[in-house]
């Protein structure tokens, strides 16, 4: 990926859906360029546009981290199984205190007592686990920014991000069938049209924008932008647990949310009670992260830091390297037919 390139992924990381002649307009390229480039990419499975479903909708629960040590010569076996389950949002082999550390969420119908407990301990090649519960996360995986643009761009490139300013659906049975079908597919393709929507389903153009802006200005879906962050530069996975004192705890979570390598910054139930996973340039970058910004902060006790070895997926795909693969089935369920 070029610089070009990378600018098209840091204005689709602030606008997703905006129209391709406005996208060349503000990044003074021709139309026929950024849609040449921007096809490509997704092509070649290095960035997809997709669709963020409101976690009310697709789990009955907070979701919980887990740690993993596997036999010796055994963890991408291990890996390879806990692929099988759709509730793993992410998962990432590691080194240091862990061997692989996954992202577990509750989809509505499991049963998240049976899968920890039971059936992901089971697995041949597991020594040991350790599960935290997420309490409250103060940074997510989509608001992750590349800074590249110029200020004047990213205010233009905001003003086509659609607002939230509607009451949020309580559960996926609030969904009518067309609102149910049309989720699905911004989940797949975010950038899909109205008109891609009508065609699709069956249904008028004028119901299908409808719907569409039903389903972004209620939250129930938004546009993300998926791109490897090894693809971007940032090759370094890392995953800082901390031992916080309590009353430093949302300060902490605070600066640590604010930090550009964040992708998901959260407060937990376990031996540490705020996580850090980040993304980095390099092992430099890394090191300054912990001396001097994780530093400088205070109530910070101690921290345990583990590096990714091989991110095997993200947001339910799996990754091939820097190349995306598709969503993992079983993500989202009518509420009727669990």
Request: proline share 5%.
């Amino acid at each position: 990926m070029d610089s070009a390139d990378l600018d098209i992924v840091a204005a689709l990381q602030i606008a997703p859906r905006i129209p391709a002649n406005a996208l060349a307009g503000i990044l003074d390229e021709p139309v026929s360029t950024v849609t040449r480039r921007l096809k490509r990419l997704q092509q070649e499975r290095l960035v997809r546009v997709i669709g963020s479903f409101a976690w009310s909708l697709v789990t009955s629960g907070n979701p919980r981290q887990m740690w993993f040590r596997c036999r010796p010569g055994e963890t991408f076996d291990v890996a390879e199984r806990l692929k099988e389950f759709p509730e793993i949002q992410f998962l990432m082999a590691t080194s240091g205190s862990a061997d692989i550390y996954a992202d577990v969420f509750p989809l509505l119908g499991s049963d998240e007592t049976e899968i920890i407990s039971n059936r992901i301990p089971s697995i041949s090649g597991i020594v040991s686990t350790e599960s935290q519960l997420i309490l409250k996360s103060q940074r997510v995986g989509q608001s992750w920014r590349l800074h590249r643009l110029a200020p004047g761009q990213n205010e233009a490139l905001a003003a086509f991000a659609v607002p939230v300013n509607r009451p949020a659906f309580a559960s996926i049975g609030d969904l009518n069938e067309i609102e149910f079908d049309t989720l699905l597919e911004l989940g797949r393709n975010a950038r899909v049209s109205a008109a891609e929507v009508a065609r699709k389903l069956d249904v008028s153009r004028s119901s299908a924008y409808r719907t569409i802006q039903t389903l972004l200005t209620t939250g129930a879906i938004s546009p993300r932008v998926e791109i490897e962050p090894a693809a971007a530069g940032y090759p370094l996975n890392a995953i800082v647990s901390l031992q916080v004192d309590p009353p430093a705890i949302a300060t902490v979570l605070d600066e640590l949310s604010q930090h550009p390598s964040a992708r998901m910054v959260s407060m937990v139930a376990g031996k540490a009670s705020v996580i850090h996973n980040g993304v980095f340039a390099g092992p430099e970058e890394l090191a300054l992260f912990i001396t001097d910004d994780i530093g400088a902060l205070e109530g910070v006790r101690s921290l345990d830091t583990c590096v990714g070895l091989s991110v095997l997926r993200r947001y339910w795909m799996d990754r091939d390297g820097i190349r995306i693969g598709n969503q993992v089935d079983g993500l989202i369920r009518r509420q009727n037919h669990l």
